[in-house]
């Protein structure tokens, strides 16, 4: 009878040990449930990816006659979500507005960031970037007419542009908004966009716009008689990608996964000759 009791608390021991493990194993604050990617849940659910881009940055993205998004980045991102089985919605935001919405996480309005995004380190600790589609040149243009009056070749800094009395333009919450406020604040003009700012070089409102390629590559060719565009400073830019949330990890893997085979197939390249990027 001793031997049966014995066997019987051993018995129930065991059973309250496996109990208590079995109840550490589940427990949320020891081993939290695994938790999912709700941002990529979403895009999922909607078979849309919603993008925020500002429509000011030819041959990367602009606005055909209808309305529509058009452009290198657009066309990239197009092609990317298809292979990924989903559609694009493009929504039209001011530059500056982009980053704010993106870091609302899966509460916010977009899920991709597409609009010529420099890979900078300030930018970094407040978003993802996806794999890096091209690296640009940072160029100062000014009417060439304009260039020829004023005796001017190049300039070799930023800073020249206050000593020359220049006055000098770019987009809001831009790069190159902050290296003019930085270096050169005396002649920052800031406007809502880099179009607004080009119109207002040809109108005579400003000396020069800062920007940087392809869209200044772009507005050179394509600049009317008599409002013909020079480059007065170039310098090494940056690497441009795409912007997600730091928490939509499944998205940019997605993202970069067809991005890379992209570049290895040589549809990228072809894409880039395509806008003339």
Known sequence: MAVSRTVAAVGMI??????????????????PPAVGDPIWDNIVER???????????PPFENLSATG??????????????????????????????????????????????VSGFSVKKARLAEVQFTLYHSISVGQIIMLESRRVELGITEIDSLGELVDLGLSCGTGDGTTEQEELMAEAPGSLVTF??????????????????????????????????GKELAVIYSRPYYPVAFI???????????????????IVSGELDALKQKWHC
């Open 192 to 225: 809502s966009d880099f179009l607004t700012a080009l119109e207002d070089l040809k109108l005579g409102g400003i000396d020069c716009v800062y920007a940087e390629t392809p869209v200044t590559t772009e507005w050179i060719a394509l600049a009317e008689p």
């Open 14 to 31: 065991v059973i309250a040990v496996v109990a208590f493990v079995a109840g550490l194993f589940a427990s949320p604050l020891v081993f």
């Open 244 to 262: 997600a949330h730091k928490d939509a990890d499944t998205l940019v893997e997605k993202i970069n996964s067809e991005l890379a085979e992209m």
């Open 47 to 57: 078979g849309t990816i919603r993008v925020g881009s500002s429509p000011d940055w």
């Open 68 to 113: 529509e998004f058009m452009g290198f980045e657009v066309e990239l991102v197009e092609t990317i979500a298809e292979r990924l089985d989903l559609a694009v919605e493009w929504k039209n935001m001011g530059f500056e507005l982009i980053i704010t919405e993106i870091k609302k996480g899966a509460a916010a309005t977009i899920d991709l960031g």
